[in-house]
């Protein structure tokens, strides 16, 4: 254990304390106790940039299941750095937003504080871990908080959809990642994540490799919302805003960012990695920015504007595989691509995050979220009208803010595709430029509906739930200052470009990165074709958002009975429908079906068994010699037992089962067990008294009713098969010895250590004691369980008395 | 000997499945007191019958009955009694409550209640 150990459970420690904070100080916001946590381990991380900035990878471990070489083994580099930096720093602020965003009179601060900090520390584990299982745990919890806080408020109906939808489809993905990861392991012999990467050579030719790719991709897939598994992330926006800020847009949906970065060295020389996260983030990014036009919910919009940024990131981490075959022309242009998905990746959690805080605010101050009934806003809410301005204007790239640098070099990225000629790129490539091309100016047309229809054109106090004001400092404190980091990257990029992406880029690409790599990002590098494209998005894109509402239908025309969701409602009903009917065949509630079942398989399954092993043997030989008396008691069970079939009272057949109780207590006399037939006599005295006690003086039923024939029949056969099955077996146990008797031991054994003479006694109480503790245990439990029906009164008495 | 207990066990067994498919109560009760029996006899078959002579150590005695088996014996015996104790007092009083001990009768899911 070490502090860095200690700075990734923090968040569970803390989240322990939570509900006991939240009781004793009713009259202070729970918020502002967890806001000091993400502060203080954004400080302590911040100390590790200059450590990465070097090279440096800081690593501690600590053994957890090491016979399965499992190790809890976290680990400080460029990449993991600059998620641990995003979580603990997003965090701080969406902490500080939601202590104003949410009140503490009305909402459940206890359970929302924990599971947020259930969700930090968990992400901060996924992005640390060294050793994949341990990732792996991680990565469920994040989509086990990302449920909880999604279905925070839990009378409504559309959160607890929302929570269901997301936690199925990000847990269908994790189970398909821990598959990859168990064929990983098979393949490298290890879990260890860099143990895989320095052996990343020797893999791809293992035939295991392109399942084990396509599994990590699924998990990674449908955790960071590619089509067609985006359709979580839109109705995940029920969450209260600070966690859609948190999760939804700046950390959680990054995992499988992250994922695709660290495993790239792994998979990235594989033609198949490079075509389908490419292509999978261009339809995300096409399909995101084209959905995000028709919605009227701020937060939808930003909801398929996330969908469709993480699938720009996405495309360009798929494209920066391409540098890994270019390596000998030393070609750079490829890893710029990737370059440009770290870039791009910061600058999205600033620009979105402010974002959604600012639908926050809307939504907080009108009562409404809906742009047909905004409007106005500039007057009331200056504020807030600059920082959506600025968020918006970067997310659709323009300049000076940071959004325009990551834009502009994906879209050179995007052009540099054409001059690709490996995995069939050069015939296929030329779509890559054109499809980014038109997502940019949907994605400019949405940024310009984001900030232009609440805060623009009339305001119609009529529609809104209350009169708008401009919104409490606190609230306003974060977005300004996500606001501030998107002009402050957008004029100085190169703040970051050594400090954290470089070294970020050099764990994605190890091989490529040497110490003579620079990252340098500029505002003008020469009327190449991305300012062209830049130029073009914008013309086109003012053109279109003015005609908006001419051509806005034609985006309708999908209908909704074909749309992946109504696949999804239907998959999940169909399955609750096939399942409920599968459930209503087996479970009648009639004990008899029960047993006949229980029966039946009994018979078939041991009968199949005795004749396909060929198992029935008999072996005269070691029989035992009949003596009179055991012939006689074997006489009077027989007669008993069948007895019992016919008998007519309650009573009678009470007796006669004690009748074979006792004379099965007999029978242990005769076959040298005398403490068995101290016990029985005991046991039977006892069942026998307590039988009476119970039903005689119940009323005697009114004759049976009579049973059908078949019914009769029916039980006759089967009882009879698992007479003659039974028999067989206890033939063919004892004339098969498969293995020598453990017996001898206790013989030998049970005076020499156990100093007693009754062996079957010393094996109960000092061999197999504990054993007869649990027996013990058991016998106490029927106890409490007969105690508690004697005390259970129904309805039935309360009526009587 | 074991011939003879093997068709003891067989019958014993017969009999308690019979009466478990019954439909009353108390039936289903006898034919699991019944099926204990026949399992514990089973287990007694199936180490092998009088080998020797009862397991108390002596200095005369040569060999011996095998222990484990009456081992197995002696706690399924507390079990059983346990098991047959509780079924016995559920159906007094289930019957005291519903005024019934026909397990038709008794029938129901959580859907139809």
Known sequence: MSLLHLAVFAPFLLALFVPILYKLFRQIH?????????????????????????????????????????????????????????????????????VFYLSKEKEKLNQFYVFLLLFMGSMLGVVLSDNLIVLYSFWEFTSLSSFLLIGYWNERERSRYGAQKSLLITVFGGLSLLGGIILLSIMGNTFSIRELISQSGQLIDHSLFTPALLLVLLGAFTKSAQFPFHIWLPDAMEAPTPVSAYLHSATMVKAGLYLVARLSPVFAESGLWLWLVSITGLITLFWGSYSAIKQTDLKAILAFSTISQLGLIMSLLGLGAAALHYESMGETIYLAATVAAVFHLINHATFKGSLFMVAGIIDHETGTRDIKKLGGLMQVMPITFTVAIIGAFSMAG???????????????????????????????????????????VFTFIYSMIVVLKPFTGKLSLKLLDRKPHEAPIGMLLSPIILASLVIVFGIFPNLLSSSIIKPAVASIQPSLVGPDFQVHIAFWHGPEPEVWMTIGIIVLGVLLYKTLSKWQGITMWVPDRISLNSLYDNGLRGLERSSSFVMKCLMTGSLRTYLLSVFLFFILSLGFTIYWKDAFTLDTKHFAPIGFYELLLAGVIVAAAIAILFAKSRLTSIIILGAVGYAISLFFVLLRAPDLALTQLVIETISVSLFLLCFFHLPLLASRKEERMTFRLNNAMISIGVGVIVTLIALSAHSNKLFDSISSYYLENAYKEAGGKNVVNVILVDFRGLDTMFEITVLSIAALGIFAMIKLRLTRRKDQS | MELLMAIVIGILFMCATYLMLSKSMLRIIIGTGLLSHGAHLLILTMGGLKGGSVPLLSDETASYVDPLPQALILTAIVISFGVTSFLLVLAYRSYQELGTDDMEEMRGTETNE
């Open chain 1, 30 to 98: 729970t918020g502002w106790f967890v806001l000091i946590l993400p502060v203080l381990l954004f400080t302590y991380f911040s100390r590790f940039i200059p450590l990465t900035k070097q090279g440096d990878v800081i690593t501690e471990r600590a053994a957890w299941i090491p016979s399965l070489d499992i190790t809890v083994d976290f680990y400080v580099d460029g990449l993991g750095l600059l998620f641990a930096l995003l979580i603990t720093g997003i965090g701080s602020l969406v902490v500080l937003y939601s």
């Open chain 1, 398 to 440: 323009l300049p000076p803010f940071n959004g325009f640098l990551s834009k502009e070099m994906f879209l050179a990225s995007m052009v540099s595709v054409l001059e690709l000629d490996i995995f069939n790129m050069d015939t296929w490539g030329v779509l890559f430029p054109v499809i980014a091309w038109v997502a940019s």
